[in-house]
């Protein structure tokens, strides 16, 4: 129950055991069409889309890379792990203006169109925090990004898919989402939406050899189409697969139901007097994909979640400053009714053996409620 | 019988269908450091190994990235299209010097000695160069670049396990590798050991963001062993499985048999009267991994790797400018004696059919005196 890598459907797992083809054949070209196909409804997007393999942050790495040199400036705006990431790689490249607000916290966006008005050529957020459990305002800032002219870089990693996300409505030039979340299937894939805006302001020279998103975009143009390196091809068999899976039960169905789930934990802790971790407003909200919760009063990290591992429950911890104050639950990708079920029925038990909940049941019942209203 | 992405046998691709783990767990760790510790005596090397999830490329963008940044020299040695890649990529980051000798021509070791006199803080080469079927001196050239203190690169990807590499030995200070070569598994990985020479002479800051060797070799000594971005979990299973698998033919085995099957089709070649691309000289020989040979008089490419397709037989032909006049015969991994028979059993046929051949059988014949001498 972490919130990625998620669990990985029979059918994805089996998918990767095929032979092998070779990379510039016509039978890749066919699968790699169909997948940026899919993908595309996926995404929400007429942009093209760019297969590389590796993980997210490569997706981050090659849009970063892409448009920011010495001279570009990057506006980020953080308030998470993952956020501070896209800070990271922007220094490594050319300037950056942070935007940091603690962690958990909704962005003030009145400090993001001051930032913007002072000129960038793009500027770069989370979506969903995973390390705080915050959707922030892709939406709101997308309205930002297009008034002062800047590239809109949104990491959609452990969102798209699962939480509400309109790359094209809200003008996300370049998004990201990473093979393991969402989509249900391994890591080491990362997927990149690319506006015809971000193509025109990518850079001569990307600033990484590997992770050129404009020599990924010529070889996937191709026929058949391909990608410039050679690629994870069983991963291309898996990411295949995950997607037909996702578009049989329907993308807009998977959101819909992954939502369901998130609102039963989220009943359940509330029930359970557990407090969640990051604080909304009105542009930010819960996460849908995972529900950050900080660690129960009397409970140590340790207990909370060494106990329900013991019963063959495994929720996430906190990161960083946050190691051992919080707890995660994740809820996306293939993740059932049952799953949540045992997982917070798990809760209880070891809540209530370390004395931080007197009667058990209350959670599971509020749980319920929203899963067969 | 391409040099690969090659065949995959069945227990390293069904290892690929294990459920999902978390990459920062104990168990992730074990088989990551197991992976490694097999990994020291296929390179034959003492040195630290950082397993990247991406191709090849990935591996050599790491290197050269980490090393050359813009006030850097690198010297590059090339005759090929993956020596050229070199180039590229050193270019991107800092000054090149570039040997570029003609396609499948030997390297003039005086001017490499000569470059290397001028001043340079790392020299790259790739030990088999796929694109031409040729083995270019490694030990000599590891011996130049000890003498004047340069870094030595080596591209080993379609080289180590196939070919005789001697890591340490022959002084190379980074060795790459890609897992869908002589190991036998399917593309994704980028295999890569650093010297301590090496990690002294990394830049405070590498190229790239993603291919930082500095946070790979951190992640990778922390305890649970792991990596700084999320790995494609499923190809680090079949890693273990490939490794596993060649470590039970024996790593010199698996080499010696390869050099047999090589030596078959070079037998079957000269006796078909088909001519070999690469030239070679004492410093430089055929590649075991890869035979390329001129496409035969009177046969254009297409007749010849078309025609062997029909019957079930996929060979490469040349890239870039040597398209069209040249075909490729991988022989590595897990290729078999029944797989290099049936191959040149199949090229004499279309031979035969298009009338670049009189009579079958003296080809195969001459490959199977060198199987069973």
Redesign the interface.
């Known amino acids: 129950m ?1 919130p ?5 459907a ?1 059918r994805v ?2 998918a ?8 510039r054949s016509g039978e890749f070209g066919i699968i790699f069409d169909d997948c940026r196909t899919l993908l595309k409804e996926f995404f929400e997007t007429k942009n093209q889309i760019a297969i590389l ?6 997706g981050m ?1 090659a849009a ?2 892409g448009l920011i040199g010495k001279d570009d400036t990057l506006v980020t705006v953080t308030n998470g792990k993952f956020g501070e990431r896209f800070t ?2 922007g220094e ?1 490249y050319g300037k950056v203006v942070p935007l940091a607000f603690d962690w958990g916290k909704p962005f003030d966006l009145s400090r993001v169109e001051e930032a913007l008005e002072a000129g960038a050529k793009a500027i770069a957020m989370v979506h969903n925090e995973t390390s705080v459990g915050l959707v922030n305002p892709a939406k709101e800032i997308g309205n930002l990004a297009k008034k002062h002219g800047a590239v809109f870089i949104v990491d959609g990693i452990s969102s798209i898919g699962g939480n509400e996300f309109k790359t094209d409505e809200w003008g996300v030039d370049i998004a990201i989402t ?1 093979s ?1 979340k969402c989509l249900a299937m ?3 894939l990362a997927i990149v939406s690319v506006s015809d805006k971000a193509i025109s302001a990518l850079n001569a ?1 990307s ?5 050129d998103l404009k020599a990924h975009l010529k070889s996937a143009s191709k026929s058949p189409a391909q990608t410039p ?7 291309f068999f ?1 990411l295949q697969e995950a997607l037909h899976m996702a578009a049989e039960e329907g993308f807009v169905a998977r959101r819909d139901r992954v939502a369901k789930l998130a609102g039963a934990v989220r009943a359940a802790a509330s029930a359970l007097g557990i407090e969640f971790f990051p604080e909304i407003n009105e542009h930010s909200g819960y996460s849908n994909t995972v529900t950050a919760m900080k660690i129960p009063k009397g409970m140590t990290d340790d207990k909370l979640r060494g106990g329900m591992k013991k019963q063959g429950v ?1 929720v996430s911890g906190g990161q960083e400053t946050i190691k051992g104050k919080i707890f995660r639950i994740g809820t996306m990708g293939v993740c059932s009714e049952a799953d949540v079920m045992k997982t917070l029925e798990t809760l209880e038990q070891i809540m209530a053996k370390e004395g931080a909940l007197s009667k058990t049941g209350s959670g599971v019942e509020a749980a319920s409620k929203v899963l067969r209203p």
Chains 1, 2 share one sequence.
């Open positions: 972490i990625g890598p998620v669990m990985v029979p797992l089996q990767m055991a095929r032979p092998m083809i070779s990379h393999t590796g993980s997210g942050t490569l790495d970063v890379g990271e790689i490594r990473g393991q391994p890591p080491g020279k600033a990484g050899y590997y992770s390196f050679t690629p994870a091809v069983s991963l898996a495994v």
